[in-house]
């Protein structure tokens, strides 16, 4: 034969584990902002506008001519700045007449003009 157990027992037990659970509560709060840090990392490389007129590049540039509207590749010529020539000069004051041909092998000295090929206008320099 079974014992019944009576409904009134399980209510008078119940209460006493009512404050252990609050302090698991608060310990689940601290840890939640962690993993949450590492969210905002791919979110800022879809906004790339790309014009149909490309930019002028170091090279020949496919843009679109401001003279003959035309979408064209444009011609370059390379030619030595300015500043290059002061450079050379203050080089060679510095350290002697062999620091002269530095500033004429660096990229940076060097400006790339662009015309267009068709009409020869004048498009930039870079
Ligand atoms: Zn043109």
Known sequence: MAATITPTQ??????????????????????????????PVMTSTNTVVVQS???LGKGPS??????C???????????LK??????????????GILCVWIPFVMDS???????CPSCNAFQGTT
């Open 10 to 39: 399980y209510g008078m037990e119940a209460p006493p584990p009512y404050q252990p659970p609050d302090k698991q509560m608060l310990q689940t709060t601290y840890t939640q902002p962690q993993p949450m840090v590492m969210q």
């Open 109 to 115: 000295m060097y400006e790339t003009t662009h015309h």
């Open 62 to 67: 496919n843009i679109l001519c401001n003279s």
């Open 53 to 55: 007129a490309g930019r």
């Open 69 to 79: 509207h035309q979408n064209v590749v444009t011609r370059t010529t390379r030619s």
């Open 82 to 95: 300015g500043e290059a020539w002061l450079l050379a000069l203050v080089l060679c004051c510095l350290g």
